[in-house]
């Protein structure tokens, strides 16, 4: 199993600049100055790298789009404001090896001509701000940052950007309002960041992890990174596994693994504990459609699902789910899925920005509604008006926020509807034990011996 | 000058030419009528607004001619510009129709529907909306959210419970003064306009707000509970104003001023005044101008808009070309509030004093019969 980002990451003292210098940092940047910023953009584009930040974009053709206007400075944003329920990935890269996406930083901004950098951080990741300011002031010590990097008349500077706690601001353009000082509010598209992003400048926002894998694509070359993985979902990726799991925790994964591998093998999450049984799992942080475990595995045309972009969405929302941020998120039989939609349901009535009305008002009606249905003074009506809130909330909104947060309501219901039913005809019953695993495990072969 | 591209946008099998950077909203008021998509959000004499209501959104089944391809998502018609060849479905979109009855209804699961109190009532954008355009009843069935009510200074109240927070306020104050003591506090379900911390909203020309709120969430004060809007007759009159172009609406009632507006067009919209100024009206004139040996009389004036307050009740009332019948196969147009449509008690035929004892609705049946017998002749 082949790591390119945390390939390093178990080595002593690897956070400071001596020592990732020693492991071989910094390399990519040397070669990268010897290629033209064209060079780099067409080496990403052929590595097939797409956008780990959630929605999947390629990113050689994001950096292809900026314009270039004669006079203008453009910029480049690193969007570290991870806040997705289940993904924590970025984090683990940023704490443990600062430099390597202060390293894909500076790539990157060279390649697009970003003479100021900035990385948008979340707002509660704050020792995290000290250790990147800790790294990109060694950088910039030993001259790979400022002025002139390196002699080829090329200057950049990184600037850390703390957040102020909103989930929003994750959303490019809203990340692009809260940096120039304003609220989170997400601009209406188009004119789309690459035109006109912070300061009507041409601004390319990309994902921590999506800039720190330009550092292999340098490294080893487009080509040879796109032979990594399998079909479009080239590279690896990191995965952020949690929930009921024996070893929650960041992973990479070359997406050529099957899902069962990845949540029952001993390398990655170890099966789940005290021996219970696998009820569902949100594949990609939580904004992602949620799947049973019989769909899980198998989609449904019957065959095993992989550990990538294009597998997780086979069947589309009907039958599949997402790849997402990588928030991987699983369910044993004891959890609850009315419990954890009505949480999902609470934290995105939170954190809608308000903008809007189909999601500022659609998401606190969800969650009053899932609310009473979890507290046992549901309607049977209620279920089908969820679904209908959702349905109008889904596509009809500014950012994908709205859509976010109806896909696991719609999910949830579509996958587990008899839960919600059981919820909504035995109000008493189901405030003192679960549901349980029903018939989604049914086609799983038993793990352990308690079944 | 370069002569202007011109576009060609077909919205509901109307097709019209537009010139380059008209947005679809605006194309499909070139056209007028039905096709007019809602507009609760977007105003524009004021820059960035709209996109936020979301009640506006239309299907658009062809993007244009070089990319032909329809857009995957309804689109808001107020902030998408036309492209050459783009095909439009507003009226005809079950889609569109759809999620328009979707944000109505979710616009009004928190609004109080305090409408018998409301000042606003009878020219307010929110009751046009949900008549025009929502379902009967709603199906929300918890406690609306509250909040309390604010004295903005001597002149403007807020009623943040019925705020759709369209943002026009806050774009008003942006562009219109020099400085913005109001914008948008907290976010998502709570965000509210309100100052920081318990301000006046003290300014030449902040009396706007009044006038592009869509609902009644800014009132003005000096004509709170004074009168119901559709008992004063609208007359235009002007004034020297060294500040604002001086033109304005007077709201009568006999001799009395009861309020002072500015003028606005068929959309609901301020509209330029004669020598060319923008029609945005000081405080001066709104607020303390209240006797009609202030203004100079120019007579009544026609409320061009299709509200109770202009139902039937101005002679040469201009309605828009009605295509709906052309467009979807034969269904008729439903009036707003025409009520002389659907009662039968302005009809001449029945003598209501001639009826014994109140009247049933079995005499005005008979009453059918007759003319039906009359028409059959």
Redesign the interface.
């Known amino acids: 199993m082949q790591k390119l980002l945390l390939e390093k990451d178990n080595v002593e003292g690897i956070r400071f600049y001596e020592t990732y210098r020693r492991e071989g940092g910094y390399k990519s940047v040397e070669k990268a100055f010897k290629m033209s910023p064209a060079d780099i953009v067409e080496e990403v584009k052929k590595s097939g790298l797409r956008g780990r930040g959630g929605a999947g974009f390629p990113t050689g053709m994001k950096w292809s789009f900026i314009a270039k206007p004669e006079g203008v400075p453009r910029h480049l944003v690193c969007n570290a404001d991870e806040s997705e329920p289940g993904t924590f990935k970025d984090r683990y890269l940023m704490e443990f090896i600062p430099h390597l996406l202060i390293e894909g930083l500076i790539v990157s901004s060279f390649a697009l001509g970003s003479n100021v950098t900035y990385i948008y951080i979340r707002g509660e990741y704050a020792w995290i701000v000290d250790i990147l300011e800790q790294a990109i002031a060694e950088a910039k010590n030993n001259g790979w940052l400022g002025k002139n990097i390196l002699g080829s008349g090329f200057d950049c500077e990184i600037y850390v950007h703390r957040g102020a706690g909103?989930y929003?601001c994750g959303e490019e353009t809203a990340l692009i309002e809260s940096l120039e000082g304003k609220?989170g509010n997400p601009r209406?598209k188009p004119p789309f960041p690459a035109i006109k992003g912070v300061w009507d400048r041409p601004t390319v926002v990309n994902n921590v992890e999506t800039l720190a894998a330009v550092v292999p694509i340098i490294n080893m070359g487009g080509d040879e990174y796109a032979k990594i993985g399998v079909g479009k979902s080239t590279g690896t990726k990191l995965m952020s596994a949690c929930g009921n799991i024996n070893k929650p925790g960041v992973y990479e994964i070359d997406m050529t693994i099957s899902v069962e591998e990845f949540i029952f093998s001993d390398e990655y999450c170890g099966g789940i504990p005290n021996g219970k049984r696998l009820k569902a799992c949100i594949p990609g942080g939580s904004s992602v459609p949620i799947l049973p475990a019989n769909l899980l595995l198998k989609t449904s045309k019957g065959e095993t699902r992989m550990m990538n972009y294009e597998s997780l969405a086979d069947g589309g929302f009907a039958t599949g789910s997402m790849m997402g941020s990588g928030g991987f998120i699983v369910f044993d039989e004891d959890q609850c899925v009315v419990r954890h939609t009505y949480t999902l349901a609470r934290f995105y009535?939170?954190?809608?920005?308000?903008?809007?009305?189909?999601c500022?008002?659609?998401?606190?009606?969800m969650e009053?509604i899932l609310k009473n249905i979890e507290y046992g003074k549901g309607k049977m009506s209620d279920i089908d008006?969820l679904w209908?809130?959702q349905?109008?909330?889904e596509?009809?909104?500014?950012c994908p926020l709205g859509d976010a947060a109806a896909w696991p309501v719609a999910a949830a219901i579509r996958h587990f509807r008899d839960e919600f039913e059981w919820h909504v005809l035995n109000p008493d019953e189901s405030q003192i034990r679960n549901y349980g695993l029903a018939h989604y495990a049914e086609p799983l072969t038993p793990k352990g011996e308690l079944v | 000058m370069a002569e202007q591209q011109l576009f060609k946008v077909t919205i509901d099998n109307i097709t019209i030419e537009v010139p380059a950077g008209t947005t679809i909203l605006n194309a499909a008021r070139m056209i007028g009528g039905d096709v007019v998509p809602p507009a609760m959000c977007y105003y524009s004499k004021l820059q960035n607004s709209?996109?936020?209501?979301?009640?506006c959104?239309v299907e658009v089944s062809k993007g244009s001619d070089k990319d032909p391809r329809p857009m995957p998502?309804?689109v808001?018609s107020c902030?998408t510009t036309v492209m050459d060849g783009m095909e439009v479905k507003n009226i005809t979109s079950q889609k569109a129709i759809?999620?328009r009855?979707?944000?109505v209804?979710?616009?009004l699961?928190?609004h109080p529907l305090d409408c018998p109190i409301c000042d606003q009532a009878g020219e307010c954008d929110l009751q046009d909306l949900s008549y025009g355009h929502g379902e009967d009843g709603s199906?929300?069935d918890?406690d609306k959210?509250i909040f309390d009510k604010h004295t903005l200074g001597p002149y403007i109240q807020l009623h943040m419970t019925r705020c759709?927070?369209c943002?026009r306020c806050v774009f008003v104050a942006d562009q219109l003064t020099q400085t913005r003591q109001h914008?948008?506090l907290?976010?998502?379900?709570?965000?509210e306009i309100a100052t920081y911390i318990e301000k006046n909203l003290d300014n030449d020309f902040i009396g706007n707000v009044i006038d592009v709120c869509p609902v009644g969430a800014l009132t003005d004060r000096t004509f709170r509970f004074k009168n119901r809007v559709w008992f004063t007759k609208p007359v235009d009159a002007h004034r020297d104003c060294p500040k604002c172009c001086g033109e304005v609406r007077l709201w009568m009632r006999g001799d009395e001023v009861f309020r002072v507006t500015a003028r606005r067009d068929e959309w609901g919209e301020i509209r330029d005044s004669s020598n060319g100024k923008t029609g945005w009206i000081c405080n001066e004139c709104r607020f303390e101008k209240k006797n009609t040996s202030d203004w100079v009389i120019e007579g009544t004036t026609k409320v061009n808009r299709h509200s109770v307050i202009a139902q039937n009740k101005y002679v040469g009332l201009k309605r828009p070309p009605e295509f709906i019948e052309e467009v979807m196969d034969g269904v008729k147009q439903r009036y707003m509030l025409d009520i002389h449509n659907v009662s039968e008690v302005n009809e001449p035929e029945i003598r209501l004093d001639l009826i014994e004892g109140p009247a049933h609705s079995e005499d005005f049946e008979i009453a059918d019969e007759k003319r039906e017998e009359k028409e059959n002749k």
């Open positions: 909103a929003i609220r209406i009535r939170h954190e809608s920005c308000g903008q809007c009305s189909p500022r008002e659609g998401t606190g009606w009053k008006l209908d809130i349905s109008k909330i596509g009809n909104t500014i | 709209g996109g936020k209501c979301r009640t959104l998502k309804l808001a902030r759809e999620a009855k979707g944000v209804e979710m616009l699961i928190n199906r929300f918890f959210r759709i927070l943002y914008g948008i907290d976010r998502g379900e709570r965000s």
